[in-house]
């Protein structure tokens, strides 16, 4: 009877283990909303937006005294996570590394992301990186860099990818795409597209993919404009607006055109769905050359401003 139980339990000793626990996760960065909004989807399971199998568990302040937006905001978020949601808040990255099993760089300040990435890059955990993934393109290539070097798997987006422009206006046979979205500036980000505009150019590059090639962008104080020409002869636009706008797009077909509606729909929850299933599987959804690309567009529209609109090739 020994014997013959022993080779029953066989086939489960094989089998792989499976856990029901949340993982844990830890934001490095408390000083924008998003570290609130992340929380009440994830770890309040009576919501009705609730995504399950993730809870965040702690975080690093981190902040920074020169960006208004940081500085005013990141104590108070801090206090709202540890008061209302329970979040441990911990003195050091270092810190942080041993409590979670994933980890949400969410500092608004792109300038801070790579020596955090440095840090948390010790951590070997997997990590989501939030807009934008740095200020520049010299570092976005120096954080991949850092990450591969380390064996960490991350990616970055904005949530405009998963909004209703970007996942219901894409067709087979597009020649082109505009789309608009708010443009303010923060005079730290030397990439001016990095601070807001980015979430335009998300989009347009989930509507168009990779491989633009020549990029020449105009700016006012009121708005950017970036057109961009695509291998196979698709064109690209980007507009963005100051103070603020609403998002949208025209795409361009090869015998119509389809306009978005005046208000589009967008929310974290799909990108927050797509995380979680991230630090499940490993896989990661957006691949990390498309948003090197992405910051190399960037860059390339920050030059031609700088040379009156010269059309620039990506770097």
């Known amino acids: ?3 013959m139980s022993y080779r029953l339990l066989l086939p489960l000793l094989a089998a792989p ?3 029901s626990a949340d993982l844990k996760l830890g934001f490095i960065g408390t000083d924008t909303s998003h570290v609130i909004a992340f929380t009440k989807v994830l770890n309040d399971a009576s919501n009705a937006e609730h995504i399950a199998g993730a809870k965040v568990v702690a975080a690093y302040k981190g902040g920074s005294p020169d960006v208004e937006s940081s500085a005013k905001r990141v104590e108070g978020f801090a206090k709202e996570l540890s008061g209302k949601w329970g979040v441990e808040i911990v003195p050091t990255i270092g810190d942080l590394c041993g409590k979670v099993d994933a980890i949400l760089l969410e500092s608004v300040d792109g300038r801070a992301h790579l020596p955090q990435v440095k840090e948390a890059a010790r951590c070997g955990k997997p990590m989501f990186i939030d807009k934008p993934l740095a200020s ?5 290539r120096e954080i991949a860099r850092v990450l591969k070097a380390a064996n960490v798997k991350w990616f970055s987006t904005s949530s405009l990818r998963y909004g209703e422009v970007a996942t219901e206006m894409k067709a087979p046979d597009m020649t082109g795409a505009m789309v608009w979205g708010p443009g303010p500036t923060e005079e730290h980000h030397k990439l001016s597209l990095t601070w807001y505009g980015i979430h335009a150019v998300e989009m347009l590059y989930t509507l168009l993919g990779t491989g633009a090639e020549e990029v020449a962008m105009v700016s006012t104080p009121a708005a950017d404009e970036v057109t961009a020409k ?6 690209g636009t980007v507009r963005t607006l100051r ?3 609403e998002f949208g797009a025209v795409v361009f ?3 119509s055109v389809m306009p978005s509606g005046a208000k589009t729909k967008s929310s974290y929850v799909p990108m927050l769905r797509e995380i979680v299933k991230f630090f499940q599987t490993g896989v990661t959804p957006v691949p990390n050359e498309e ?3 992405i ?3 960037m860059d390339a529209a920050e030059r031609s401003k700088a040379r009156g609109g010269a059309p620039m090739k990506l770097r």
């Open 136 to 140: 520049t393109l010299a570092d976005a």
């Open 17 to 19: 283990l499976c856990f």
């Open 295 to 297: 910051f190399a567009f």
């Open 1 to 3: 009877m020994r014997f």
């Open 291 to 293: 948003t090197l690309e």
């Open 253 to 255: 077909r090869e015998k």
């Open 243 to 245: 103070p603020y706008s």
């Open 230 to 235: 695509w291998k196979g002869g698709k064109i």
